[in-house]
């Protein structure tokens, strides 16, 4: 098992750039089980989601040829031959749930196993079966599987009782084959769901996918026997606005001037607003054909803030632990109010260990500020918290030993080659 040793304090400088967005990535990919066609997934990171997602394919009977010379990705699903996804390939990865609509329906029945994942509370998929439900499908669970079927998917008009991006994405795939048109109300807006709606228009021409961005997604389907297949579809994800998130945040946390590139700054405007309420120097580049976001140093210290989570366009769940290590060396007593997940504070008592002043109170974590952080060695307990004690562990004094970084791997490509060139004294060594 690795771990990585962070020398601190940090001070940054250079380029980063940023890799293809995992959420999507994960989803376009399940989104190839929809046609027969070869399809080129363009930049694909190498992290290990991605290449469990992969396995899952080959397993199902896809052809995936990684292209010389590249990490363009060439994925054949002509001879998909099975449709279970087994509890061995998908115990670690909540993506795999996304077989689910694609296979029901090109084929008419799926059979997955409950998704594993990060331990950050209780995301149950009864959102996506109720979906899939509407839509025609007979759904039973039995022995840890969901199984999928049916003859025939119908349009109907769905509206979630909370808006989840994976339920968003299985109900708009399986939506693609179904008989006339199929509203999804109160759907998610991520930008990872108009990637994906996106792509599904580019693999079928005659799709058409209304309220791009917005909460009401219309679905045009299409006939799944006679509707023309796009051949040799290229398609370049969007950039990983988690990712961003998280370089943005080291480079604050740091006071670095740090340049970052291969994303949409929009993607991160809750992010980016909250940072410079806090006091951060940053130069926005909106520019379509080389957008980029600039942190300049600051002369006034950071200042407290606070925070509430919310599904897009609001501050990301995911960045919030990332933002609480920020947070450390403000001025004053900030808050974070966590609103999506129950169990997503899991990273405080590891950054307690580092020097950090934070009490819990019910979903709300008071953090004062500034702490003078040590290095120690912490454990990662999920993605998003392993993230944010590399952020810590930046302006930490003396060396950090972060140990599981397993959880990092699955998300983060190449963190310690990108922080390295930008001026980190950091290691990856076996534990």
Same mark, same amino acid.
């Given at each position: 098992?690795?771990?990585? +040793?962070?020398?601190?304090?940090?001070?940054?400088?250079? +380029?980063v750039?940023?890799s293809?967005?995992?959420?999507?990535?994960? &989803?376009?990919?399940?989104?190839?089980?929809?046609?027969?066609?070869?399809?080129?997934?363009?930049?694909? /990171?190498?992290? %290990?989601?991605?290449?469990?997602m992969?396995?899952?394919?080959?397993?199902?009977?896809?052809?995936?040829?990684?292209?010389?010379?590249? #990490?363009?990705?060439? !994925?054949?699903?002509?001879?998909?031959?099975?449709?279970?996804?087994?509890?061995?390939?998908?115990?670690?990865?909540?993506?795999?749930?996304?077989?689910? =609509?694609?296979?029901?329906?090109?084929?008419? %029945?799926?059979?997955?196993?409950? /998704? =594993?994942?990060?331990?950050?509370?209780?995301? /149950?998929?009864?959102?996506?079966?109720?979906?899939?439900?509407?839509? =025609?499908?007979?759904?039973?669970?039995?022995?840890?599987?969901? @199984?999928?079927?049916?003859s025939?998917?119908?349009?109907?008009?769905?509206?979630?009782?909370?808006?989840?991006?994976?339920? *968003?994405?299985?109900?708009?795939?399986?939506?693609?084959?179904? $008989?006339? &048109?199929?509203?999804?109300?109160?759907?998610?807006?991520e930008?990872?769901?108009?990637?994906?709606?996106?792509?599904?228009?580019?693999?079928?021409?005659?799709?058409?996918?209304?309220?791009?961005?917005?909460?009401?997604?219309?679905?045009?389907?299409?006939?799944?026997?006679t509707?023309?297949?796009?051949?040799?579809?290229?398609?370049? /994800? !969007?950039?990983?606005?988690?990712?961003?998130?998280?370089?943005?945040?080291?480079?604050?946390?740091?006071?670095?001037?740090?340049?970052l590139?291969?994303?949409?700054?929009?993607?991160?405007?809750?992010? *980016?607003?909250?940072?410079?309420?806090?006091?951060?120097?940053?130069?926005?580049?909106?520019? $379509?054909?080389h957008? &980029?976001?600039?942190?300049?140093?600051?002369? $006034?210290?950071?200042?407290?803030?606070?925070?509430?989570t919310?599904?897009?366009?609001?501050?990301?769940?995911?960045? %919030?632990? #990332?933002?609480?290590?920020?947070?450390?060396?403000?001025?004053?007593?900030?808050?974070?109010?966590?609103?999506?997940?129950?169990?997503?504070?899991?990273?405080?008592?590891?950054?307690?260990?580092?020097?950090a002043?934070? *009490?819990? $109170?019910g979903?709300?974590?008071?953090?004062?500020?500034?702490c %003078?952080?040590?290095?120690?060695?912490?454990?990662?307990?999920?993605? @998003?918290?392993?993230?944010?004690?590399?952020?810590?562990?930046?302006?930490?004094?003396?060396?950090?030993?972060?140990?599981?970084?397993?959880?990092?791997?699955?998300?983060?490509?190449?963190?310690?080659?990108?922080?390295?060139?930008l001026?980190?004294?950091? &290691?990856?060594?076996?534990?």
């Amino acid at each position: 098992m690795d771990k990585l +040793v962070i020398d601190g304090p940090s001070s940054l400088s250079g +380029v980063v750039e940023i890799s293809r967005a995992k959420n999507s990535v994960l &989803k376009l990919l399940a989104a190839c089980l929809m046609t027969s066609e070869s399809v080129i997934i363009e930049a694909m /990171p190498e992290l %290990q989601d991605v290449k469990t997602m992969l396995k899952l394919l080959k397993h199902l009977g896809a052809e995936v040829t990684t292209l010389p010379g590249t #990490q363009n990705v060439k !994925i054949n699903c002509e001879k998909i031959n099975q449709w279970k996804a087994h509890y061995e390939l998908v115990k670690t990865m909540r993506a795999s749930i996304l077989v689910l =609509g694609p296979l029901l329906g090109r084929f008419g %029945q799926a059979e997955v196993s409950l /998704p =594993g994942g990060c331990a950050i509370g209780a995301r /149950p998929i009864d959102i996506h079966l109720k979906g899939l439900e509407k839509l =025609g499908a007979k759904i039973t669970l039995e022995a840890g599987y969901v @199984r999928a079927e049916a003859s025939e998917l119908v349009g109907a008009t769905i509206v979630l009782p909370f808006p989840s991006v994976g339920a *968003t994405e299985n109900i708009m795939m399986a939506a693609v084959f179904a $008989k006339g &048109k199929t509203v999804i109300e109160n759907a998610a807006k991520e930008p990872e769901i108009s990637d994906l709606g996106n792509f599904l228009m580019k693999l079928f021409p005659e799709l058409v996918i209304e309220g791009d961005g917005t909460s009401t997604l219309t679905i045009h389907g299409v006939d799944r026997k006679t509707t023309k297949v796009a051949q040799n579809v290229t398609y370049l /994800p !969007i950039g990983d606005r988690i990712e961003a998130a998280t370089y943005l945040m080291a480079a604050v946390t740091t006071n670095s001037e740090v340049t970052l590139t291969g994303f949409y700054p929009k993607h991160i405007s809750a992010v *980016t607003h909250v940072l410079e309420e806090m006091g951060a120097n940053l130069e926005i580049i909106n520019d $379509k054909d080389h957008p &980029k976001i600039k942190t300049k140093k600051y002369l $006034k210290p950071l200042k407290a803030v606070h925070v509430d989570t919310a599904p897009y366009p609001g501050f990301p769940t995911d960045a %919030q632990a #990332q933002l609480m290590a920020v947070m450390l060396s403000a001025t004053g007593t900030s808050v974070v109010t966590e609103h999506i997940f129950e169990n997503r504070f899991m990273h405080v008592p590891e950054l307690e260990r580092m020097g950090a002043k934070i *009490t819990l $109170k019910g979903n709300a974590a008071v953090i004062e500020g500034p702490c %003078q952080l040590k290095g120690a060695p912490v454990m990662c307990t999920d993605l @998003r918290a392993s993230a944010a004690l590399v952020v810590a562990a930046l302006n930490a004094e003396g060396k950090t030993d972060i140990q599981r970084v397993y959880h990092l791997d699955r998300g983060y490509e190449n963190l310690e080659e990108k922080l390295s060139q930008l001026g980190c004294v950091i &290691k990856r060594e076996r534990a």
